[in-house]
């Protein structure tokens, strides 16, 4: 009889399996299904997959559904949630991003095999309720193997700090197809005051547009930001009349205030809109003429 | 309220009648984006604190910008039964002394700009106010239609700007809106698009084509699904009016917007608003939702069994935007990159189906053209270009504003009359017409009269009508260098012509004002700028040399004076 052998997976599968079973029997049980198991793997190491067709073909009911509902690999009313099934709502806080970060690092044929069984993972320590970070967190930290485990973690790191909420939200009140892009972009930046890169992937797999024409897209526009702006943000007209009404004055002042402690970015923009005040600049959205600027500036 | 027939309109008219000449006084604060940069938001403060510390009985209304913009902060006041009083230039400290007066219906004389004894309404007709003993207090303060800034005007676009609360409906209703779309209504599609094409009217955002056109040739066009497109891109510097018509009168626009769908048999209508313009797009918004409300959007407009809504998209800060095909791809959420035509929008345009895009200015004269009939449209401008034409006045110009003139008025009308000349002590050099890719007027060419094809026989063009004026001061190798530059960074880069060449341009004229310029350096600008107008895809890069061309042939001697 072959010598029985785990993949990682296989091993922590296996473990789960034996603790849903009654302490009482487990000692009994467990040499009985290695047995099946190395029959099953015929001398290669035994993966998760092998422990789950164990389980679903040859225990005897109820055994069988009982492991089958305990190892989350159907929930009782139907199937096991997916992350395709676009039933974001169970998803909190960054919870849906995290899990998408986690299967990127699957290799891609087993992707699928994979998201069935980490998501009944998830399933089944959330216990009923929504999915959060931390339950994602604890099933990369318990049963992710390294070197795959750092590698998230850290991924999971370098998430923005923005609430991925808002991008659920702005999707939802405008839909995923392209033409709903500008209003999505317009909004998050709105919210979170540019358009950091996890946002724009987090689009990018929402609304299956791909990374590099959202990209295109945000550079084009010269609306979007990619990085973080200050904390206040003054546009210097540099339209037709601004430029003829001798900004000049006015730039000294912007130059005082952007070199100085104040957290202020500044932009050189085309036309504001408001020639026939000009000089004109934009201090946080609002549109101030020449002396009115300089009194705003100086109160930055 | 649901409006559903001609009695329900004149309800709301009888409504908002009431709003404009209630039983107090009312008091008008102009709070435009212009209006606001001036600090008239504060002055609606001090105002509104005003009256409630002095426990004043009077209504307060926010509205759009007059176009007197020199004067701004504007403030009306209209005791009930009275003449209106405009106030300019009103500062923190004018507010308690005009409040003060107020009770006792006196003026604050010298700030009074002009008093209002009646309003003639293009749509609704006369309104007298009662008049002011001529003797007194009051009889140096000018009649408004007597101030030099209006005397000259014809105001039918402007109509109501400054006049009525744009976020207000029922006001715009009262001065004679929605009527027409109710006659429209009563028309035939054709009976509507062959009044547009009699009438003469042409696109005002630039190319002057002929909206009847355009609306046939949308509303021939085979499908059943079509569009119509309002383009408030409004990339090119030095304007700024096109956010006015939002700001000042959102309803006269949506109503041509309406009417147009009804006669192309368009269901949906985007407006395409530039990304920064928050006030504009705020009351867009506004009216879109107040129109739905009160069924005259959406769902059985006036109860007939035409249906359409109206979305609104926001741009995203592209001069190359305004151009129809690009701004098709930008709603489409691709990035705007012009296309080339034909197919021309009209048979193949958003979404793949026949689209029909014209202006917002286009579409604010829809409503008049209809009520008042086309033969009194075409009436009014020059022989080719009929009715009048909003210009915004910026620069070097004693009195910068918006304006309203027939078209084929002399430029040296709207400079001199209008515009109070030029400010100081300088005199004109230059007017620049159409945006960065119109031209450079000589001053020498004031005797022309403006409309589409006098200015492009020019060497200019009318563009969307933003007229900036120069005086002598004034270096046009700097102004073309700044334009140049416009362009260079404004090229979606899509054609090599227009990318590469407007750049070598930019470089040649940076050598200029360095001072290393040579005489071959104008013949050889000249030569590059030839294949940039003839091999570029669209008119951005066919325009881009014009600065350079127009200067080049007005203002030599200022290229000479750079030379060694
Ligand atoms: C580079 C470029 C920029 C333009 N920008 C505008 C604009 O800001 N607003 C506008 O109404 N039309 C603009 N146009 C003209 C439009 O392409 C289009 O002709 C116009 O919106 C049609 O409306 P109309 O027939 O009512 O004028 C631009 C054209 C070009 C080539
Ligand atoms: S040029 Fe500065 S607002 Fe238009």
Same mark, same amino acid.
């Given at each position: 009889m072959a010598e029985l052998t785990w993949s990682p997976d296989g091993e922590k599968m296996f473990e789960k399996l034996m603790e849903a079973v009654p302490e009482a029997m487990r000692e009994m049980l467990k040499p009985k299904l290695m047995e099946i198991l190395a029959a099953r793997a015929a001398g290669k190491p035994a993966t998760s997959d092998t422990v789950v067709r164990m389980v679903r073909e040859d225990l005897p009911e109820p055994q069988k559904s009982v492991l089958i509902q305990a190892l989350s690999l159907e929930k009782p009313g139907g199937k096991v949630p997916s992350a395709n099934s676009d039933s974001s709502d169970q998803w909190t806080g960054k919870s849906q991003t995290m899990f998408k970060i986690m299967l990127n690092e699957v290799p891609e044929a087993m992707r699928e095999v994979f998201r069935e069984k980490l998501l009944g993972v998830i399933c089944q320590k959330a216990q009923g309720n929504p999915f959060s970070e931390d339950h994602v967190i604890s099933v990369v930290h318990e049963i992710v193997p390294e070197p795959f485990k750092s590698s998230i973690l850290k991924k999971f790191n370098e998430l923005g700090d923005f609430d991925p909420e808002i991008i659920d939200k702005t999707i939802a009140r405008h839909g995923t197809t392209q033409d709903s892009l500008m209003y999505i972009l317009h909004d998050i930046q709105d919210k979170i005051g540019y358009l950091p890169v996890e946002a724009l992937s987090a689009v990018s797999n929402r609304c299956d547009i791909n990374l590099s024409t959202i990209y295109n897209i945000v550079t084009f526009y010269k609306s979007f930001k990619l990085h973080p702006q200050g904390k206040h943000h003054i546009k210097q007209c540099c339209g037709t009349s601004c430029h003829?009404? !001798?900004?000049?004055?006015?730039?000294? %002042?912007?130059? #005082? *205030?952007?070199?100085?402690?104040?957290?202020?970015?500044?932009?050189?923009?085309?036309?504001?809109?408001?020639?026939?005040?000009?000089?004109?600049?934009?201090? !946080?959205?609002?549109?101030?003429?020449? %002396?009115?600027? #300089? *009194?705003?500036?100086?109160?930055? | 309220m649901k409006i559903k027939n001609s009695s329900d309109l004149s309800k709301a008219k009888k409504k908002g009648h009431g709003l404009l000449f209630p039983d107090k006084t009312r008091i008008n604060v102009g709070t435009s984006t212009c209006c606001v940069a001036k600090g008239a938001d504060r002055i609606l403060d001090a105002i509104v604190q005003g009256i409630t510390s002095r426990n004043l009985d009077a209504d307060v209304v926010q509205v759009g910008c007059n176009g007197l913009c020199h004067i701004e902060p504007v403030v009306e006041v209209h005791p009930p039964a009275k003449p209106k009083i405009m106030y300019g230039n009103v500062t923190e400290e004018d507010v308690p002394r005009i409040l003060d007066l107020l009770a006792t219906e006196g003026i604050l004389e010298n700030l009074a700009v002009a008093r209002v004894e009646e309003e003639e309404h293009i749509l609704s007709g006369k309104i007298k106010y009662a008049f002011y003993p001529t003797s007194g207090t009051c009889s140096n303060i000018k009649p408004v239609n007597e101030i030099d800034f209006l005397k000259?005007?014809?105001?039918?676009?402007?109509?109501?700007?400054?006049?009525?609360?744009?976020?207000?409906?029922?006001?715009?209703?009262?001065?004679?809106?929605?009527?027409?779309?109710?006659?429209?209504?009563?028309?035939?599609?054709?009976?509507?698009?062959?009044?547009?094409?009699?009438?003469?009217?042409?696109?005002?955002?630039?190319?002057?084509?002929?909206?009847?056109?355009?609306?046939?040739?949308?509303?021939?066009?085979?499908?059943?699904?079509?569009?119509?497109?309002?383009?408030?891109?409004?990339?090119?510097?030095?304007?700024?009016?096109?956010?006015?018509?939002?700001?000042?009168?959102?309803?006269?626009?949506?109503?041509?917007?309406?009417?147009?769908?009804?006669?192309?048999?368009?269901?949906?209508?985007?407006?395409?608003?530039?990304?920064?313009?928050?006030?504009?797009?705020?009351?867009?918004?506004?009216?879109?939702?107040?129109?739905?409300?009160?069924?005259?959007?959406?769902?059985?407009?006036?109860?007939?069994?035409?249906?359409?809504?109206?979305?609104?998209?926001?741009?995203?800060?592209?001069?190359?935007?305004?151009?129809?095909?690009?701004?098709?791809?930008?709603?489409?959420?691709?990035?705007?990159?012009?296309?080339?035509?034909?197919?021309?929008?009209?048979?193949?345009?958003?979404?793949?189906?026949?689209?029909?895009?014209?202006?917002?200015?286009?579409?604010?004269?829809?409503?008049?053209?209809?009520?008042?009939?086309?033969?009194?449209?075409?009436?009014?401008?020059?022989?080719k270009s009929k009715g009048t034409k909003v210009i915004s006045l910026a620069g070097n110009i004693a009195r910068a504003g918006m304006i309203e003139v027939d078209m084929g008025t002399p430029l040296k009308e709207i400079i001199n009359d209008i515009g109070g000349g030029i400010e100081g002590d300088n005199k004109l050099k230059a007017i620049q017409t159409g945006g960065p890719s119109g031209g450079v007027l000589p001053c020498k060419m004031e005797e022309l009269t403006v409309d589409y094809d006098n200015l492009k026989t020019a060497g200019s063009m009318l563009g969307s009508g933003g007229m900036v004026f120069m005086d002598d001061n004034t270096d046009m190798v700097q102004i073309a260098r700044y334009f140049t530059d416009f362009f260079v960074n404004e090229s979606c880069g899509k054609c090599v012509p227009c990318r590469e060449g407007v750049c070598r341009l930019l470089d040649i004229l940076d050598e200029i004002l360095a001072g290393r310029g040579k005489k071959e350096d104008l013949p050889l600008l000249q030569e590059i700028a030839e294949p940039i107008i003839q091999a570029s895809a669209c008119a951005l890069g066919k325009t881009a040399p014009m600065p350079v061309l127009s200067t080049i042939k007005h203002f030599r001697e200022d290229y000479l004076k750079h030379m060694p």
């Open positions: 003829l009404k !001798d900004t000049n004055n006015l730039s000294q %002042e912007i130059e #005082k *205030v952007v070199s100085g402690p104040s957290d202020t970015t500044l932009e050189k923009t085309l036309c504001l809109g408001c020639c026939d005040c000009a000089p004109v600049v934009e201090i !946080d959205g609002r549109i101030y003429n020449g %002396e009115e600027a #300089k *009194v705003k500036i100086n109160s930055l | 000259k005007q014809h105001r039918i676009i402007l109509r109501t700007a400054g006049i009525i609360n744009p976020e207000n409906i029922f006001e715009y209703i009262a001065l004679g809106g929605y009527e027409a779309l109710e006659k429209a209504l009563g028309m035939k599609p054709e009976e509507i698009v062959h009044e547009i094409t009699k009438s003469g009217l042409r696109g005002r955002g630039g190319g002057g084509f002929p909206a009847g056109l355009k609306w046939k040739s949308c509303r021939q066009a085979r499908g059943n699904e079509k569009y119509i497109i309002c383009n408030v891109s409004e990339g090119e510097p030095g304007i700024g009016m096109h956010r006015s018509f939002l700001e000042s009168d959102p309803h006269s626009v949506l109503e041509g917007i309406i009417i147009g769908a009804y006669a192309i048999g368009a269901k949906a209508a985007y407006v395409y608003i530039r990304d920064n313009y928050r006030i504009a797009l705020k009351r867009f918004q506004k009216a879109v939702h107040d129109a739905t409300e009160a069924g005259l959007l959406g769902n059985k407009i006036l109860g007939t069994s035409f249906s359409m809504t109206v979305n609104i998209k926001e741009g995203g800060g592209r001069f190359v935007c305004g151009e129809e095909t690009a701004l098709i791809s930008c709603i489409e959420g691709k990035i705007g990159e012009p296309h080339q035509r034909p197919p021309f929008p009209t048979v193949k345009g958003l979404f793949g189906k026949p689209t029909c895009i014209n202006n917002v200015e286009t579409w604010a004269n829809v409503p008049v053209i209809i009520m008042k009939g086309s033969s009194w449209y075409s009436a009014i401008g020059s022989d």
